[in-house]
């Protein structure tokens, strides 16, 4: 019996994204995650797949379900006429609107592939999501591709919950505001506070308790945030019980990443992705942060890693 295929979605055309020379969410970071998987000892293993292009389905209607259809038209402008700023830290590049919503694409397929095999499947796409909100991009993102990817979700015949989690080192406002008022959507997010982007407090708990803020000290290491991913994010999805899990897999909380202060090394998150996959191997991977290449694709290393194991 062959050993079990990893489906990784993922496109060149995310690299045409482009935010300056001095940005730190850059085209380099897929590129070094990319190289990493193919130089891994189990690359062959792993099942590459491109994103269904945006011609071929519904895509605005998807992503209008949070964004209005004035910032999505807003987007679109900018970029067509060749660039610009959505706000003063997320750069729009002439490509970015095709590029965000084959982002958007990818993560949809990422839903169908997990619904259907009941395994796991890894998304490696740009630009990010967690901060888009619903009439404005901030924060390096366009499109809420998690949130997005949970409404989507939530069509398909088996699944009437969806729980997202988020360990970016920073808080997914973007997504708490699209998932407040759905009960069959829970949020868990850790995340350094006080930080950008001053959201994410325990007593933002969503309009139907369906949200889990849990801020972290900086300078904490895995000694102390392992308790609390123990001890109150497994806890929080056994007593919400959801049909697919989507991982808002941002790895800046990373010791050596230059934007936060949180002090996990790539391994840890190794540790994290099996205590979820012991809870249930129906898991999407999404990439949001992380901006130390070498921290970064050692912490997707470790996490694939341990979506192989039987």
């Not at 998807?62 to 209005?68: D, G, I, K, M």
């Not at 590029?99 to 949809?108: E, F, I, M, R, T």
């Not at 990010?128 to 993102?141: D, I, L």
Request: aromatic content about 10%; proline content about 7%.
């Amino acid at each position: 019996m062959s050993p079990a295929k990893l489906p990784i979605i993922y496109s060149d055309t995310f690299l045409e994204h482009q935010t300056g020379s001095f940005h730190p969410e850059t085209p380099g970071r897929l590129t070094a995650i990319v190289s990493a998987l193919q130089q891994s000892p189990w690359q062959e293993q792993l099942e590459w797949r491109q994103p269904t292009p945006i011609s071929q389905r519904p895509i605005l209607k998807e992503v209008q379900r949070f964004h209005t259809p004035e910032y999505v038209a807003q987007v679109k402008q900018i970029c067509e006429s060749g660039g610009g700023y959505l706000d003063g830290d997320t750069v729009v590049s002439s490509q970015t609107y095709d590029v965000a919503l084959l982002a958007v694409s990818a993560w949809l397929d990422g839903i169908d592939l997990v619904e259907a095999s009941g395994q796991p499947a890894w998304v490696i796409a740009r630009p990010p999501g967690h901060h888009a909100r619903a009439r404005t991009g901030m924060g390096f993102c366009i499109f809420a591709n998690a949130a997005i990817a949970a409404f989507y979700a939530l069509d398909r015949p088996n699944i009437e919950r969806v729980a997202i989690l988020d360990w970016d080192v920073h808080h997914g406002n973007g997504t708490q505001e699209a998932v407040w008022e759905h009960p069959q959507i829970a949020y868990i997010s850790t995340h350094q506070a006080p930080f950008y982007p001053g959201t994410g407090w325990p007593q933002e708990t969503g309009a139907h308790g369906n949200i889990l803020n849990l801020p972290i000290a900086a300078n904490t290491s895995m000694e102390e945030y392992l308790p609390t991913f123990e001890q109150q994010v497994l806890p929080f999805l056994v007593k919400f019980k959801p049909d697919l899990l989507i991982v808002s897999a941002g790895f800046d909380a990373n010791r050596d990443d230059p934007l936060a202060n949180i002090c996990l090394l790539p391994q840890d998150y190794g540790t994290l992705t099996k205590l979820c996959l012991q809870h249930t191997r129906k898991i999407l991977f999404g990439l949001e942060g992380g901006y130390d290449f070498e921290s970064l694709s050692a912490s997707v290393l470790a996490v694939v890693e341990q979506c192989l194991v039987a």
